[in-house]
């Protein structure tokens, strides 16, 4: 096994991602995620979980012809998890990427100009509803944040509210991937 996933294995059993990170930030929160960002990680586990991980992943999104509850998810997330879920509410709904119109700022336009479409899809359909995108990608926040202030601009532009997850993992030994969430302030 690569030697920075042996380290991140490590750091796992240290300091748990859920709930040293994740949870206090995303317990009791409605949360979203883009069409873009959700078929990566669709992607992601297709290639690398394992059937709990696939039902959990089956648990965390909503699903059109899927009536289960909000409660009997969480519960049933909780039975399939080493960690507490503690409050979170379930499902994440799917919502489209936010696509370029004429009343969005300049600005966006030249910010998500500088992104793949995955990280637009996340960072640009979080900013345009005003909502916080939950990431561990900090080197595409770190750009994102540069573009807002960039010269070429020619103003300071507010850009999205973001939250960098202190600690990152892989999901697959193929490139970097992520999925990031967006949830309600």
């Known amino acids: 096994m690569h030697p920075a ?18 949870l206090p930030v995303l317990e009791g929160r409605d949360m979203i995620t883009c069409v873009s960002a959700r078929e990566r990680f669709e992607e992601i ?27 009997t998810r969480t519960g049933r997330m909780q039975e399939l998890s080493t960690h507490p879920c503690g409050t979170l509410k379930l499902p994440v709904v799917t919502v489209p990427d936010h696509s370029l119109v004429s009343t ?28 916080t995108t939950v990431t561990s990608n900090r080197a595409v926040a770190k750009m994102v944040e540069s573009a807002c202030c ?35 302030r």
């Open 104 to 131: 969005d700022p300049s600005e966006f336009q030249q910010v998500a100009g500088k992104l793949s479409s995955v990280n637009r899809g996340a960072f640009m359909t979080g900013w345009a509803r005003g909502l």
């Open 150 to 184: 960039a010269e070429e601009l020619g103003v300071e532009v507010v850009g999205p509210d973001v939250f960098v997850v202190e600690s990152a993992r892989s999901l697959v030994g193929k490139g970097k991937m992520i999925c990031d969430v967006v949830a309600e």
């Open 5 to 22: 996933i042996l380290r991140q294995l490590d750091m796992e059993k240290e300091r748990p991602m859920l709930p040293g990170h994740l």
């Open 45 to 71: 586990v297709e290639i690398v979980a394992s059937d709990t991980e696939r039902e959990r992943a089956r648990l965390l999104l909503s699903h059109p012809d899927d009536d289960t509850t909000p409660e």
